[in-house]
């Protein structure tokens, strides 16, 4: 029975349209929205590319995290979770504005520093992970957010590299007919 199970979860990665920058709330939470820019892989008929700008919420530690250590035009890796929200605009009491936007629960680094050609802050590898568990994206790293009284940040252990090995004893697929399902 599927009726209490589901499931909403996002994945992106893209480059940052802009610089993030952090706020906080009222009550002096961290958070900040930014912009994720990802390229079709559909070329046009003139051989251009078209883009979609997806809006992203952080917050907390993630959020600071996001402010510190990416700039515009970093490649980013987003996971988290779909949320649409409404408001009322203050200028047409008549009109109700529908935004959806990705809340992230875990942001990677999508390239190095050497590979971004020396952008943003001072850290090569990692992500950030606001779900207490290790976040290994390609061996790129990651951290996770500590247990009460722990400090901030620690680096967990790089991913185990993967090897493909012999594959001589597969044959290929030309088509589908050639299936045996």
Known sequence: MLGACSINKVILMGRLTSDPELRQTQSGVSTCQFTVAITRNYQGPNGERQSDFITVVAWRQTAEFICRYFTKG???????????????????????????????????????KASAGGQGGGYQQGGYNNNYQQNNYGGQGGYSQPAQGQPAYQQSAPAPSVSVGDLSDFEEVISDSDLPF
């Open 74 to 112: 970093r490649l980013i890796l987003v996971e988290g979770e779909l949320r649409t929200r409404t408001y009322d605009d203050k200028r047409y009491p008549e009109v109700r504005h529908y935004v959806t936007e990705v809340y992230a629960d875990t942001v990677s680094f999508g390239e190095t």
